[in-house]
């Protein structure tokens, strides 16, 4: 079975700062998803960023981007220019290509990080 | 804007009296989800519907029922609710057909239930 660990609890940056979030992954098969969740105080889960495990390249939007590291099983999350709306709870979760019926749509979550943005 | 829907955004019931909260979206997706998100944690997923096709996770209690009368909506049952039911539930959709992003799920904005 997949896993997903995220090793940190907290993090704080200050604002126009950057940071890193953490996240890694344990899976015996070859091609998947994965993505950062971010949900705000108002805690509708917003999608951040996707990687499809096949592309080397790494995913970026914007302000956001990941370190993809497919051999390490590591997927972290770089957030540049930090801002106050930036502070949630963030999850990296993991998706299976392969899959009985739509289980294969399942996500399986970390436990998140709490993002604080300092002014 | 095309999205998922939750209502009520606040429930409040009594120990043991059904309640029922609703999802709908305008998403036209095939696939719908239930989790639970308790304070700190990650979402757990309940169930989910993929098209008319129910699957229930292993270690969902058989208090939580769920119904899909049709592709828009979808309904959470919790028969007999109990103190540590109370929580954040929130509804998800995605699609599996082709053409969409189809490994991306849509979160509604969650229905908080207390339970007294």
């Known amino acids: 079975a997949q896993t997903v660990t995220q090793s940190q609890p907290e993090m704080s940056v200050q604002e126009a700062e950057t940071v890193t979030l953490s996240c890694t992954y344990d899976?015996?098969?070859?091609?998947?998803?994965l993505f950062w969740y971010k949900q705000p105080p108002s805690r509708q889960m917003i999608l951040v960023i996707r990687?499809?495990?096949?592309k080397q390249q790494n995913a970026t939007e914007n302000r956001f981007s990941v370190n993809f590291q497919k051999a390490a099983k590591s997927f972290s999350l770089k957030i540049s220019d930090s801002q106050l709306g930036d502070a949630a709870m963030y999850f990296c979760a993991y998706r299976s290509v392969w899959g009985n019926g739509g289980s294969q749509g399942n996500l399986i979550f970390g436990k998140g990080t709490k993002l604080s943005v300092k002014p | 804007d095309a999205m998922v829907i939750q209502n009520p955004r606040y429930q409040v019931t009594q120990f043991g009296k059904p309640v029922t909260l609703s999802c709908s979206q305008t998403l036209n997706h095939n696939v719908m989800y239930w989790y639970q998100q308790k304070s700190s944690q990650a979402p757990k997923l309940l169930f989910h519907y993929y098209d008319k096709d129910f699957n229930n996770e292993a270690d969902t209690p058989d208090n939580f029922q769920s119904r899909r009368p049709n592709t828009s909506f979808c309904f959470l049952d919790i028969r007999s609710p109990g103190l540590g039911d109370a929580a954040m539930y929130l509804c998800a959709t995605s699609s599996s057909r082709q053409g969409h992003s189809s490994y991306e799920q849509y979160f509604g904005p969650g229905t908080r239930l207390t339970v007294t």
């Open positions: 990687q499809e495990a096949y």
């Open positions: 899976t015996s098969e070859s091609d998947y998803y």
